[in-house]
């Protein structure tokens, strides 16, 4: 950490260069790869950012005002969904605003120090999210399966444990992976191939032969990712079991409806992610890696917002009451 801290500290300005000292060449800084040279796409793969980005910014602010300002909505599910809500406006204004500007600047570069935040906030808002959507499957269990028992297991001091680990994990992760890959020497070219500093593509640009922090941290990363899914699966497990024993039509489209969403983003969320680290890497650019990377740091905010703020009744419900107050007054 010492020594990521040291390289750092060479940085001059934001414009990606290379410096030769005494046979070592210091890199201070990087060029994002765009998703297009033509510049009438690079406005549309702005506009289309920038789309997604509002729908995801005005969902999540939604959400997490709502349930701050309504006090019927102070309950564990709401409060791992508006933990949720803040983990997302982070995770995608990390990443998509930059790849904004660098569309419409035509500039793609970033500093090294940018870079290596990125890396550090993307690994920490990624892993607590995985966690925290873990967290809300049992809560999902725990009301459908257990509902008697609901109130002494999902206490409020419970709720903020796991809240504050699910952060706390993430930032550990997020330590580990940016200190690991910017401890090891960058040669040249210094072209990331990605709309945004990430693992892989920085493992394809370094010039050490091996890597076994960095290895030892992506199989750290996946195994919290195989673990989360398994315990969500088998919630999702218990769930669907107790909801197909409801008797009436009415009370099982209820349930599915507010499960299956939240199971559908967390598979698209975990697979994407994984199959972008695990895979082989690639000599020359490659169309998969874009879109890997676009649906698991984009889809699961935009989806979330979406979700949780257009198709949940008690959000309408708050929302309507929320306007109906600003009206009288």
Known sequence: MLRLFFISLQIIDRTPHSQNTDNLTVVTGFYLMGFSNTWELQVLHAMSFLLIYLVALIGNLLIFTLITLDGHLHIPMYFFLKNLSF???????????????????????????GCVLQVFLVILFAGSEILLLMVMSYDHYIAICQPLHYESKMNKGFCMKMATSSWLI???FGAMYSGSTFSLPFCGPNEVHQCFCDVPSLLRISCAETHTAVDVSVAFGITLGIFCCIATCISYG????????????????????????????????????????????????????????????????????????????????????????????
């Open 238 to 329: 218990h769930i669907f079991s107790t909801v197909l024993k409801i008797p009436t039509t009415e009370g099982r489209s209820k349930a599915f409806s507010t499960c299956l969403p939240h199971l559908i983003v967390l598979v698209i969320f975990i697979t994407t992610g994984m199959l972008s680290y695990i895979k082989p890497p690639l000599d020359s650019d490659s169309v998969l890696d874009l879109l890997l990377s676009v649906l698991y740091s984009v889809a699961p905010p935009t989806l979330n917002a979406v979700i949780y703020s257009l198709r949940n009744r008690d959000m309408k419900m708050s929302l309507r009451k929320l306007l109906t107050q600003k009206h009288f007054l």
């Open 170 to 172: 993430g930032g550990l």
């Open 87 to 113: 983990l997302d406006l982070c995770f995608i204004s990390v990443t998509v605003p930059k790849s904004i500007e660098n569309s419409l600047s035509r500039s793609c570069s970033i500093s090294f120090f």
